[in-house]
């Protein structure tokens, strides 16, 4: 059984950073994909950045390039999200999810079949 388990949200002042991780289990990790979405209120749940299973690509949503880093650590099965210059618009529910393959279709929902719970990210103007 595929869990993936994220942490590391929480309230920043806009201008600010924070990490957010998440630890998977249940599957070879450095065999997979791993991606990071977000959900803000109202909103769809939108594509913010993927890694490959090396590592060695990644690909970001416009909204997010340059302040935002993904990162992984096959050998503590966990993905990171760095993010700095937060912008009060980045606030939203930050989720995790695991595929296999490589391609654009990294930024698409579909491509991903396991996810986390989610944490919440708030940025404060």
């Known amino acids: 059984q595929v869990q993936l388990v994220e942490s590391g949200g929480g309230l920043v002042q806009a201008g600010g950073s924070l990490r957010v991780s998440c630890a998977a289990s249940?599957?070879?990790?450095?065999?997979?994909?791993m991606g990071w979405f977000r959900q803000a209120p109202g909103k769809e749940r939108e594509f913010v950045a993927a890694?490959?299973?090396?590592?060695?690509?990644?690909y970001y949503a416009d909204s997010v390039k340059g302040r935002f880093t993904v990162s992984r650590d096959n050998a503590k099965n966990t993905v990171y999200l760095q993010m700095n210059s937060l912008k009060p618009e980045d606030t939203a529910v930050y989720y995790c999810?695991?595929?296999?393959?490589?391609?654009?279709?990294?930024?698409?929902?579909?491509?991903?079949?396991?996810w986390g719970q989610g944490t919440q990210v708030t940025v404060s103007s």
């Open positions: 999810a695991s595929g296999g393959g490589w391609g654009i279709s990294v930024r698409e929902i579909h491509f991903y079949d396991f």
């Open positions: 890694i490959g299973s090396s590592g060695r690509n990644t």
């Open positions: 249940g599957r070879t990790f450095s065999a997979y994909t």
